[in-house]
């Protein structure tokens, strides 16, 4: 069964308006997860480390303004992305380790 | 920075054949994974290689770490259409075991 699993699959809109992906550790705690964003028909890209209980570390050219990320618990990373715009729209997946590096089932979002 | 190469882009092969994909970079690295990502999904780990010249298997994959730790490459035997997908390497990104950069990837379609 899934290891890290993310919420929603999918999500539609507006412009404008902020989003929040989760990204969940089932049964296995972790201090850290990573965010990657897919856009279409290539490969993915890190985005930032998301570290519970401080601040994540975000790639560079990755505007930490834009992209939130809160890693409150040690099963549950979020990604807001504010003020959405098309060019957001993407493929956002995330991942965690236990001993193997495992990722979520990815979070589509399109942005009108 | 970083960046994997893969190649071939694509490929359409027929049910049965053998396909070989490689992976390459001007970076050495000491970690080199080989993930498959279905549709709308998040990549999963088929192999990992930890070691110069490894050659590991897992099932009807084989891949191998490149002598000079600047390559990779995959070979899938007697494919079926569940292979179907796309193929990614990945390696640490600056040395961080979890943290990945992604090859461009390598379209694998089979024809029954």
């Known amino acids: 069964g899934a290891v890290v699993s993310q919420h929603p699959s999918w999500v539609i809109c507006k412009s404008g308006t902020s989003v929040k992906i989760e990204c969940r550790s089932l049964d296995f705690q972790a201090t850290t997860m990573f965010w990657y964003r897919q856009f279409p028909k290539q490969s993915l890209m890190l985005m930032a480390t998301s570290n519970e209980g401080s601040k994540a570390t975000y790639e560079q050219g990755v505007e930490k303004d834009k992209f939130l990320i809160n890693h409150a618990s040690l099963t549950l990373s979020t990604l807001t992305v504010t003020s959405a715009h098309p060019e957001d729209s993407s493929f956002y997946i995330c991942s965690a380790s236990r001993g193997e590096l495992f990722f979520g089932e990815g979070s589509r979002l399109t942005v009108l | 920075g970083q960046q994997l190469n893969q190649s071939p882009q694509s490929m359409f092969i027929q049910e049965g054949e053998d396909v070989s994909m490689n992976c390459t970079s001007s970076s050495i690295f000491n970690t080199w994974l080989w993930y498959k990502q279905d549709p709308g999904e998040g990549p999963v780990l088929l192999i990992a290689?930890?070691?110069?010249?490894e050659l590991t298997s897992n099932g009807r994959l084989t891949a191998q770490f490149g002598i000079t730790r600047k390559d990779s490459f995959l070979n899938i035997s007697a494919s079926i259409p569940s292979d179907v997908g796309i193929y990614f390497c990945a390696a640490p990104k600056g040395g961080a075991t979890n943290k990945l950069i992604f090859g461009t990837g390598t379209l694998l379609a089979v024809q029954p």
């Open positions: 290689l930890y070691k110069a010249g």
